[in-house]
């Protein structure tokens, strides 16, 4: 940092050093002192500012002069009444009142000094150079002999003969001002650099920031900006926003109108999100800013964010509306989930294995106030009870042999802020239900081998397809987590109990696994109907799944889902569709495993199936016939 110091007098040169010199000075900076009364002083002035001075000190006119033509602070150094008495001083013999002339008024009455010292003193000021003859004509006129005054006024003065004496200034009032030039130097420095950081960052962000003054002209043009509207910053700043942008509603911030905030906008061939905000002084609008990202680049990163959550698994992928079926019964289910999406208590979901309970766990999660947060998903009888207890709490570094160094987060961290999925609750050990059960009533965890708890915000969904109530019973699954647990319940009938739903499903199967297959016929669908499906929704999606693969038409077939399910042994205990092809198909079925069995021996098979080699040779020949 530095500080010129422009004396329009010597005798200030010569106090200014003194000042320097002195032990109380502290400052690290460089200080340059010249001399300089008015035009030289401010050509001196133009110098300093080009070598990077940061702060001027100067007197008087000199002072004022700078202060107009500069753009740096001017700190002037103040004529003090200890000024005026000691310049009285100086005088060997006052004749009468004393002028004093200055170029600028004091921050005190000359006059009142003069009746306290008994001294006659009156002010003339000169402030320009067209009055200087008036006044100093006007000063004869009133009789005045000798004067006082700053360096401009006294050689004015001794050009008309006059007896003039300049007003030195003392130590303390340059010392005065020397540490004020100091002060506004490392005021203006932190303020530079906290402005260069700014536009360091404004510069080097990857959207585009266009400012604007009151006045509506371009303040602020970033790099980016120049990109997108393909004109140079030193061609932008200073223009007047309309003419760079015709239909922008950034002025509409300046006036007091609706500034529209978030908008999208097309500029050449792409597609940005734009921001605007007025800027604000004291409630005073001083302007306004606009912030414009490439939506293309924002998608990109959405992306990016989404393939590295889905990698860790906090992200839930279903919604409520993907999930399918409109019979009664899950109309019901669905409505109860949107219930249970508006509070943070827990629940547990109870169905048979393949129901989709975790879409559902999901669903909810997806319309709480929780969306935005972290969904984790464990399932508790996919891992043994030590590893499950180091991934659901964490532990810390060193806290058994393996531990990753520096410790691991829990999945009860990681879903901070949102919701953690436990499935197959009823296969956790007892010893864990203990820490699950802390976890539910005081909101916090710890990790192994850790001696501090972690708060954690997380909301718990919970599901089993068992009896819960039966483990208690049992002394298996803890009563008091089971309470806790079973504050809200969505029990998710099985498909054999909403068949109505069958159809629906099947068609959204096959939309997924085929492009071909238009649909199942009645007869097909009445025979997926009657089916028990103990393995639900599930169960169903790998049947369609190979039908897909297997038939050759665009129509799936009631004799194709009766092959499907008689190969799996599906259809002994259900009653089949009174249809000619499912009867025929798992009759042939039977008829031609007994025969392989019995190497083609009629005789031998008729007798296995009760009836006549002429019955069984009728059958085959029908069957034969129907098909060809």
């Keep these: 940092m530095k500080i010129t110091i422009i004396a329009p007098l010597e005798s200030i040169v010569n106090t200014a050093y003194e000042v320097l010199r002195s032990e109380k000075f502290n400052w690290q900076g460089e200080v340059e002192v010249v001399s300089g009364d008015l035009e030289s002083g401010l050509e001196q002035a133009y110098l300093a500012v080009k070598g990077g001075t940061d702060v001027i000190i100067s007197r008087g006119g000199t002072a004022t002069l700078i202060s107009h033509h500069i753009p740096i602070p001017v700190v002037e150094i103040q004529v003090t009444a200890f000024d005026i008495l000691q310049s009285l001083q100086c005088i060997n013999k006052v ?109 080097l962000s990857a959207e585009g920031i266009v400012a604007i003054d009151s006045m509506g002209y371009v303040t602020t043009f970033n790099p980016v900006s120049e990109q997108i ?20 509603k950034l002025r509409a911030c300046l006036t007091g109108e609706t500034c529209d905030n978030e908008d999208v906008k097309f500029i050449g061939d792409r597609v940005y999100a734009v921001k605007r905000i ?9 302007g306004a800013i606009a912030n414009l990202q490439d939506v293309t680049q924002l998608q990109r990163f959405e992306q990016v964010v ?48 393949g129901t989709g309970k975790e879409r559902m766990a999901q669903s909810i999660h997806n319309l709480s106030s929780r969306k935005n947060g972290p969904f984790v998903a464990v399932n508790c009888a996919a891992l043994p009870e030590t590893l499950l207890e ?3 709490f964490g532990y810390e570094d060193g806290a058994f042999t393996g531990a990753k160094k520096g410790g691991k987060a829990g ?46 915000d997380v909301r718990i969904l919970a599901a089993t397809n068992q009896e819960l109530m039966k483990l208690v019973e049992k002394r298996e699954f803890r009563a008091d987590l089971y309470y806790r647990l079973d504050v809200l319940r969505l029990h998710i009938p099985p498909l054999r109990d909403r068949p109505e739903d069958i159809p629906e499903l099947v068609q959204h199967f096959l939309k997924k696994y085929s492009g071909k297959i238009v649909g199942v016929t009645d007869e097909g669908i009445q025979l997926l109907q009657r089916y028990p499906w103990r393995g639900n929704i599930r169960e169903l999606e790998n049947v369609i799944e190979r039908l897909a693969l297997l038939v050759r038409g665009q129509r799936i077939e009631a004799k194709d889902v009766s092959q499907e399910l008689c190969d799996c042994g599906f259809l002994s205990n259900i009653e089949l569709p009174k249809t000619k092809d499912s009867l025929d198909l798992c009759e042939k079925q039977k008829i031609e495993q007994i025969l392989l069995e019995e190497k083609y021996n009629y005789t031998q098979a008729a007798k296995r199936l009760g009836v006549s080699r002429t019955t069984l040779w009728r059958k085959l020949k029908e069957w034969e016939r129907s098909h060809s």
């Design 95 to 203: 004749h009468g009142t004393v002028g004093v002339v200055f170029t600028r008024r004091f921050l005190f009455e000359c006059e009142k000094l003069g009746k306290l010292i008994g001294v006659p003193i009156r002010e003339y000021f000169i402030e320009n150079e067209t009055m200087q003859q008036d006044i100093i004509c006007e000063a004869i006129n009133d009789g005045i002999e000798t004067f006082l005054g700053d360096g401009y006024s006294v050689n004015l003065l001794l050009q008309q003969g006059l007896r003039a004496y300049p007003i030195e200034s003392s130590t303390d009032a340059v010392a005065k001002a020397i540490n004020e030039a100091v002060s506004l130097a490392r005021v203006r420095r932190k303020e530079q650099e906290k402005a260069e950081l700014f536009r360091t960052i404004i510069d």
């Design 229 to 248: 509207f393909q004109v140079p910053s030193a061609n932008a700043v200073g223009r007047y926003i309309g003419e760079l942008v015709p239909d922008d």
């Design 278 to 286: 007025p800027i604000k002084v004291n409630d005073e609008v001083v």
């Design 306 to 353: 989404r393939q590295k959550l889905n990698k860790k698994g906090l992200v839930a992928k279903f919604h409520l509306e993907q999930v399918v079926g409109s019979s009664q019964a899950f109309r019901a289910v669905k409505d109860r989930v949107r219930q249970y999406a508006g509070t943070d208590t827990t629940v547990l979901i109870t169905g048979e294995s």
């Design 390 to 392: 180091s991934e659901l």
């Design 411 to 456: 999945l009860f961290e990681l879903a901070h802020g949102g919701t953690i999925f436990l499935d197959e609750i009823g296969e956790i050990p007892l010893p864990l239900q203990a820490r699950l059960l802390r976890v539910l009533q005081e909101k916090e965890a710890m990790r192994l081998g850790g001696d501090k708890v972690i708060p954690v």
